[in-house]
C-alpha cells in the first residue's frame, strides 16, 4: 500500500511524497499454480484491489470512531439523568427519607447502607437538603443520590420506632477465626475474623483482646485448633487466662459491697 498512488496524497504514492522515488509494485508477476508459471498481472487490477482495502480501513475507522461518540453521548445523557433531579425525587418539609451512608466493611471497605428514616427540614438548593436524625437528635446535609422516600409527612415516629433504630445500625456479627498473627508495625497480637455474610476474602485482621472480649468461646477454639506448635500459642494462650481472670472477678462495686457486708456481720457479732 505505500506503494499505490492515493487520493489524500494527491494521487501519489507514499514512498513519492516522502521520498520522491517511483513505486515498486511487488506483484507483476505472480505464480500461476493451473499454469505452474510466472504470470503477469494487470495494474489496473492492482490498483482496483488495494482501493477496496483502503476504502475498507477507512471504514472500519469510522466505525469505531462512531462508536466512541456514541458512547460518550450515551454516558453523558446517563450522567445528566442521574444528576438531574425528577419529579419522584422531589422532598418536602416533613417528609422521611433513608439515607445513604458508607460505612467501614470487612477489609477496610467502604459500603453503602441505607440508614434512617430522617426527616426532612429544608431543601438547600437542587441537590441538597437539610435532614434531622430524631435519634441522636441532630442536623446534616445529604446529597439528593443519597437519599431515597421512606414515607409522607403523617409518619409518626413513636418511642417503638425510634427502639427499632437503635437495633438497625447492627454490628457485623463474627462467623469463625481463622488465623493469629503477631503485626511487628503495632506491636499486638491479632486474630483473622470471618464475618457472617461476606466472603473468607473479606476477612480481616482485628486486635486479639476486643475478638477474645466479644467471642471467647472462639477464641478458645482456635487456641485448641492451632495447637502450642503455633508461633502465636503463647501470647494467646496468655491473653486467654487474663479474659477468663477478669471474667470470673467481680466488680469493684460489688466488692466493696461484701467488704462493708462482712464488717458489719463483724461488728454485730462482736457486740
Known sequence: MNHTPSKRRGGHAPVTAAFGIQPENPLDLIWDLKASDWRPVNPATITQHIEKMKDDFDNIHKDVEMGKEKRHRANVQQRNRQLRPGDDEAFIPGDYVLCARPNMGPGNK???????????L????????LLYDPLHEKE??????????YADGKLNMTATMKKHLQHSNHKLLVENLADCRYNASEKRIEIKVLWQGFEESDATWE????????VPTMARDLYDRLGDDHPQAEELRTLLNSAATNGNRQPASKRRQAKGARRQRTKRQRN
Not at 446534616?140 to 443520590?145: C, G, K, T
Open 110 to 120: 467502604l459500603i453503602a447502607k441505607w440508614n434512617g428514616p430522617f426527616r426532612v
Open 122 to 129: 429544608q431543601r438547600l438548593n437542587d441537590q441538597v437538603y
Open 140 to 149: 446534616f446535609r445529604a446529597h439528593i443520590q443519597r437519599i431515597r422516600r
Open 207 to 214: 486486635l486479639a483482646d476486643i475478638i477474645i472480649e466479644d
